[in-house]
């Protein structure tokens, strides 16, 4: 089935960038909605961007609020890998990041990256 293999993380200073990537093996990849979740310590899980599936030219993205104009989603359907570019990073962004594919609506069940460290500190 669905498994998604993460990439990218590690330490950065505060303004500069990291992309993370989410490969996910299995056909279905260009049919799911993908999203990167983060947790800080001590904070609940937060959903961070989320592109839908469908075509190219169909695709829809949203952020949470604290991220707009520095974090960008994508997906490479022919890759079956979803990214998260990260920049101007503040040390508010440290926490694992999540890669989610929401299969829920395929297999009953969403399926989860096992996290990356972003650790944003000078």
């Known amino acids: 089935q669905v498994h998604l293999v993460e990439s990218g993380g590690g330490l950065v200073q505060p303004g500069g960038s990291l992309r993370l990537s989410c490969a996910a093996s299995?056909?279905?990849?260009?049919?799911?909605?993908m999203g990167w979740y983060r947790q800080a310590p001590g904070k609940e899980r937060e959903l961070v961007a989320v592109?839908?599936?469908?075509?190219?030219?169909?695709?829809?993205?949203s952020y949470v609020e604290s991220v707009k104009g520095r974090f960008t989603i994508s997906r490479d359907n022919a890759k079956s890998t979803v990214y998260l570019q990260m920049n101007s990073l503040k040390p508010e962004d440290t926490a694992v990041y999540y890669c989610n594919a929401q299969t829920r609506l395929i297999i009953g069940y969403d399926v989860w990256g096992q996290g990356s460290q972003v650790t944003v500190s000078s």
């Open positions: 592109i839908t599936s469908g075509r190219s030219t169909n695709y829809a993205e």
């Open positions: 299995g056909t279905i990849f260009s049919r799911i909605t």
